[in-house]
């Protein structure tokens, strides 16, 4: 069982569309991160979100935490090219940390 | 942030041997953690190595097939040994983020294929 599901898995979309990506948990967090990973590359951060409701902007990329925290999103506007990777959510709990499933992203130009 | 050097970037290697991958971090840091990734796919934590102790490994990893050191708080060892096919993959070294920020920060990844 995991702890935090992703969907989709995979989405492959047309440049300057729109998408949202779904990080869900029965379980109830304190903090959560989002991070993409480019091939060859390790996940890098994108942002952290701590409080319930709050929603963080990062240029075209919108960042929400669920109003119970126990869940988020990540919605990216007018998608480009250099948006695709793999994008996972993440969580720190006691003192383990676990990622989501993951959602590979692919934008066609 | 903190910066992390990891090496090989790649590797390909037989069956049966073993292959060592380094991570440097440019800051002293306490933890330092090693992930498992299958190309696409989520992060499985393998351990946690502090430093002066031995590693902690997650359910599923041991220390004879995944001995780690952690010499010092800025360089950390991954040895996977006795390779078989089943362990191509690509193995990352991480940090915490620091800054207040939460998260991690990662090296760029050791590809591996075991043929």
């Known amino acids: 069982t995991q702890l935090l599901e992703q969907s989709p898995q995979f989405l492959s979309i047309q440049e300057g569309e729109n998408l949202t990506v779904y990080c869900n948990s029965s379980?109830?967090?304190?903090?959560l991160q989002w991070y993409r990973q480019e091939p060859g590359e390790g996940p890098v951060l994108l942002v952290t979100v701590v409080t319930g409701g709050e929603v963080k902007k990062l240029k075209r990329l919108t960042f929400q935490f669920g109003d119970a925290r126990k869940d988020s999103s990540l919605h990216i506007t007018a998608a480009q090219p250099g948006d695709t990777g793999l994008y996972l959510c993440a969580t720190n709990t006691g003192n383990q940390f676990y990622f989501g499933t993951g959602t590979s992203l692919t934008v066609i130009p | 942030s903190a910066v992390i050097s990891q090496k090989p970037s790649r590797d390909i290697c037989q069956r049966g041997t073993s292959l060592t991958i380094q991570c440097q971090v440019d800051?002293?840091?306490?933890?330092m953690f090693w992930y498992r990734q299958q190309p696409g796919q989520s992060l499985t934590l393998i351990a946690t190595?502090?430093?002066?102790?031995?590693?902690?490994?997650e359910s599923g990893f041991v220390i004879d097939k995944f001995p780690i050191s952690r010499p010092n708080l800025t360089f950390s060892t991954l040895t996977v040994s006795n390779m078989s096919p089943e362990d191509s993959s690509i193995y990352l070294c991480s940090v915490e983020h620091g800054q207040g920020a939460g998260g991690y920060t990662f090296g760029s990844g050791t590809r591996l294929t075991v043929v």
């Open positions: 800051s002293q840091v306490t933890m």
């Open positions: 379980s109830v967090f304190s903090s």
């Open positions: 190595a502090n430093q002066g102790s031995e590693a902690t490994y």
